[in-house]
C-alpha cells in the first residue's frame, strides 16, 4: 500500500489520528500501568463490579488518562458526559448538573463526569461541582499533568482517590508501536511497513514516555517511508524517524553501555569541578533525548554525596533546578538544569556526608538494634518515668550556647566518629564548631547527670 492509497483509506472516513485509532478499548489492551490498572487494582476491580468511583488520574502527557477514563466510561452503565477543563465555564458545569439530575430522574442513572486538565479549572469552577460530587450524583474522573495536591481544593480532592500514572517504560512504547504497524483495521497493518530497530529506538528515546508522541512520529515517518518509495524494502529507517521528528538519533542507548559512559562522564566532571566538561556532557545527554529528570535526579544524589556541607546549598539549587524543570518543560526547563551543572561542578568538594553515613550504616549492621540510652528516651507515661526513661536528660537550651556535653549513641559506641568535616568551604565553619563543642567536652566531661 503507497502514500496515495493510504491517503485515500484515511479520506474514505478512517481520519483519525493514529494515536486515537490506536486508544485501547479494553482494560486488558492498556498497558504500562499496572500498578494502577493492572489486574487486581483498584480500577480494574470497580470496572469488574461496575461501581466506578471519583479519581483523579495525574500523570505526565500521553501516560493514558484520556484512554483510561474512555475505558471506564464504556464499561460502565452511567451516563457518561466528557469535556475540557480548557474550553468549558461554570455555566457549562451548570448544564453538567442539569442533565445529570434529569438522568438520575428519568432513566435512574449516576453521571459519570470525565473532566479533562482539571487543573485549568479555577476553585470557582471546582466548587461549582463540589456537593454533586459529594452527594453522589456525579461520579468525577478527572486528568491532570500537574500535582493535584496544588492544583484540586482539598475539599474536592478528599473526595477523591488520587491514581498516578507513570510515563510508559521504553518496552511498553515498543510494543505500542509495532502493534500499530501490524495491526490492519486501527493501525497501519495494511501499509506492510516493518520498523529497523535503531529507528523504534529513536521514536522510543524521543517520545520521553508518551504514548500519543511516539505513535504521531511513526505515523509521520511511515507516510515519508511510503513517499520515497521504499514499498519493496518495506522498513521504516532511522532516516524517515530523523525526517519525521526533526531530531538527529545521536549515538545513545537509554539502557546500553553508552548511557552509562555519559552518565559517568557528566558525574565525574562535576566531581572534578570542570565546568566545561560538565555542561559538555550534560548536553550530550539532552541533544541524545536522555529523560531530564534522569539527570536532575543524578544532580540532587551528587550534591550530597560529592558536595555535601561544603555547600549546604548545592541540594537546594539541585531541587530548584528540578523544580523548575517540572513546571517549564522541555526545552525551555533545560537551561534550569543546565545552571544547576555550573554551579555544581563550580562548588567546594565533600564526600564526608557521603562517608559518614556509609559508616554508620556499616556500624548499624555489624551491632544490629542496640538499645537506645535511657536517658534520651521519651517518658510520656509514669511507668516510663519510673523505668527511668529522660532521667539524667540534659535540654540544650539550658545551657550556654545552646550546648552541653552529653552521650547520645548507644554505650557499646561511645566515642565512635562518623562525621569528619574538611576545611572546605562551609564545612570548614562546621570544622570550627565541632572543635569547640570537643572542647567543652573534654572540659566539663560527658556524662548524662544534671550538672
Known amino acids: 500500500m503507497d502514500l496515495f492509497e493510504y491517503q485515500a483509506d484515511k479520506n474514505s472516513g478512517n481520519t483519525k489520528p493514529l494515536a486515537d485509532r490506536m486508544r485501547p478499548a479494553r482494560i486488558e489492551e492498556f498497558i504500562g500501568q499496572e500498578d494502577a490498572a493492572g489486574e487486581g487494582s483498584l480500577i480494574a476491580n470497580a470496572i469488574e463490579s461496575d461501581r466506578i ?3 483523579i488520574l495525574w500523570g505526565p502527557p500521553g501516560s493514558g488518562k484520556t484512554t483510561l477514563a474512555r475505558i471506564l466510561a464504556s464499561k460502565t452503565r452511567c451516563h457518561f458526559i466528557s469535556f475540557s477543563a480548557v474550553l468549558s465555564g461554570v455555566k457549562d458545569i451548570r448544564q453538567v448538573i442539569e442533565m445529570a439530575k434529569q438522568q438520575k430522574t428519568l432513566h435512574r442513572k449516576k453521571t459519570l463526569l470525565f473532566v479533562d486538565e482539571i487543573h485549568r479549572f479555577s476553585k470557582s469552577q471546582q466548587d461549582a461541582f463540589l456537593h454533586h460530587v459529594e452527594s453522589g450524583l456525579i461520579t468525577l474522573v478527572g486528568a491532570t499533568t500537574e500535582n493535584p495536591s496544588f492544583e484540586v481544593i482539598p475539599a474536592l480532592l478528599s473526595r477523591c482517590r ?3 500514572l507513570n510515563p510508559l517504560s521504553a518496552e511498553h512504547l515498543a510494543v505500542i508501536l509495532r502493534r500499530a ?7 497501519l497493518g495494511k501499509m506492510q511497513l516493518g520498523i529497523a530497530d535503531d529507528a523504534l529506538s529513536h521514536i522510543v528515546d524521543a517520545s520521553d514516555g508518551d504514548a500519543r508522541s511516539a505513535l504521531n512520529s511513526l505515523e509521520i515517518a511511515a507516510m515519508m517511508a511510503a513517499e520515497q518509495g521504499v514499498r519493496a524494502e518495506g522498513i521504516i529507517t532511522a532516516a524517515h ?5 526533526q ?3 545521536l549515538l545513545y542507548d537509554k539502557s546500553g553501555e553508552e548511557h552509562y559512559n555519559l552518565i559517568s562522564a557528566l558525574h565525574k566532571s562535576l566531581r572534578g569541578s570542570d565546568p566545561d566538561g560538565a555542561i559538555y556532557w550534560f548536553t550530550r545527554m539532552m541533544e541524545a533525548g536522555e529523560d531530564p529528570l534522569y539527570v536532575a535526579r543524578r544532580m540532587v ?9 561544603a555547600d549546604p546549598r548545592a541540594i537546594t539549587v539541585a531541587m530548584d533546578a528540578m523544580a523548575a524543570y517540572r513546571v517549564i518543560g522541555s526545552p525551555e526547563g533545560e537551561l534550569n538544569l543546565a545552571q544547576a551543572v555550573i554551579y555544581l561542578a563550580t562548588a567546594p568538594k565533600s564526600n564526608r556526608v557521603y562517608e559518614a553515613y556509609n559508616k554508620a550504616k556499616a556500624a548499624v549492621r555489624e551491632t544490629g538494634s542496640l538499645p537506645v540510652p535511657k536517658h534520651i528516651r521519651n517518658a510520656p507515661t509514669r511507668l516510663m518515668k519510673e523505668m527511668d526513661y529522660g532521667k539524667g536528660y540534659r535540654y540544650a537550651h539550658d545551657f550556654e550556647d545552646a550546648y552541653t556535653p552529653q552521650d547520645y549513641l548507644p554505650e557499646k559506641l561511645t566515642g565512635k566518629t562518623f562525621y569528619s568535616p574538611t576545611e572546605r568551604g562551609y564545612e570548614k565553619i562546621i570544622s570550627q564548631r565541632m572543635a569547640y563543642w570537643e572542647s567543652l567536652k573534654k572540659k566539663k566531661g560527658s556524662g548524662n547527670i544534671e550538672e
Request: no cysteine.
Open 53 to 55: 468511583f471519583s479519581m
Open 241 to 245: 524517524v530523523e525526517k519525521a521528528i
Open 247 to 249: 531530531k538527529k538519533a
Open 181 to 187: 504497524l501490524t495491526d490492519g483495521e486501527r493501525g
Open 162 to 164: 488520587v491514581i498516578p
Open 301 to 309: 544524589r551528587f550534591a550530597s554525596e560529592d558536595v555535601g556541607n
